[in-house]
């Protein structure tokens, strides 16, 4: 297994987001965290990262415990986060963001290159390399967002609600933009989404959250293809 | 140059100083101080101290001062940093206080008689005059600005600039947020040492109440005035607190007053300062040098 998340609990004062949820992830594999508002979705990614109190459980990546390390150290054992909302670095120009996104790799030669072949993968952030991050779409900041976490080459890609506030078509891109580094790159993904029809379109298995904790843990289709489930998170 | 101008341009490119390490903490890193004064008041008792106690000249008592200053700034700054925003405004704020009311109440700082006849600063086999000041500061001033145009365009000064637009995600992409907010208030603390140094050894007599909280603002107005986060700004700021006051005179004892209500206004309509992307001055810069820097 490439992530294994045992009995996570996170808490924000009094108030527990997440209760013993586990969770596991491995190499090449997509995987959605479904769940409403409020379900513990955000948590469950922010904990695994460190960015959120954690109460108790266990992390391990790459088969080492890291749920010790500070939120950076885990990003550098290689995994990368897509926070909610991009999180693009506004002031910054294109070229800084992706630039930013190299931490820790030096000048390694590897990494032009990469960048060359994720502006192929993103090519509405050619040519706005001096553009402030501020001035990109909604859209383009995320896939600036998604550019920026892959130009270390990360193992894995923490994804948070990739698709709010962007319209409907744009999602689309995104999430074919996902599904095709997860097919062609075999790039392991955890993607925690609202849009659940989207997302299990892409994805290999799932995990259903409710008021922080596990209610369903399976194969993507088998979820699709629950009545049950289908009405109460697809909304069907 | 008549003797007045060249006191007044020396104690600027010394303000100025510290105003570009401040701008480091400020502009660069993201994280607000209103201690300044404190390490620049730092800087100055260390040099002080040096140069009549232990008999140091300038010359060997500057670095020692400029380190002494970026270590108190690391020990300083490694608790006040973990809290953010406000809280941080007003950590930085009781730094300030309690250095300031050490100085003024421990024996060893001199007390409330300060701290008086230090030393010239002495180059070429004399002492150094006023002009010749001048050109010692404007020097520093010099390597401090070159210093802070060097961080912008290195990794260090790439992952300050993260963290000041967004914490979370730098931290989620590898960079240390403890570790680059320290490394900005160290670099910070080192300038205003260095500022405080020269001070000392100009002024040849310090106070506590040199570098009391009011200074702390007038620092933080030439930063924002100048423009928070350019290279320019703080040295363009401080000529401008510098200049009003001697050009109005005789509002003197309506300066605090004066720099808060140019703060709020500044933060009103300019807020990316003068030298900021939509100021009033790097407007005039783009009309003057048509398809200059941008």
Redesign the interface.
Known sequence: MLLEVEDLTVAYGDIRALSGVSLALAPGELVSVLGANGAGKTSLLMGI?G?VPVRGGRIRFRGADIGRL????R??AGM??V?ERA??????TVA?NL???R??LGRNGRAEERVRHLLDLFPVLRGRASQPAATLSGGEQQQL?IA??LV?DPALL?VDEVSMGLMPKLADEVFEVLARLNRQEGLSILLVEQNAAASLAISQRAYVLETGACVFAGSASRLREDPRLKAAYLGA | MGGYLVTLATLISIQAIAACGLNVIVGYAGQISLGHAAFFGIGAYAAALLGTQAGFSFWTALPLAVALTAGVGLLLGAPSLRVREDFLAITTIGINFIVEAVFNNVEFFGGALGIGNIPRIRAFGGPVGGAGMLALCLGFLGLVVAACAGLVRCWAGLACFALREEETAAAGIGISPVRFKLLAFVIGSAMAGLGGALYAHYMRFIGAGDFAFPLSVSMLTMVVVGGIGTLWGPVLGAALIGLLPEVFRPLIDYRMLFYTTLLLLMIRFQPGGLLGDEGLARRLLRKAIPGGRR
């Open positions: 990262l960015l500070p939120p950076w150290r990003a550098r990368r986060l926070p999180r693009v670095f506004p002031r910054l800084e630039k930013a996104g931490w820790g967002a920026r976490a270390s923490l």
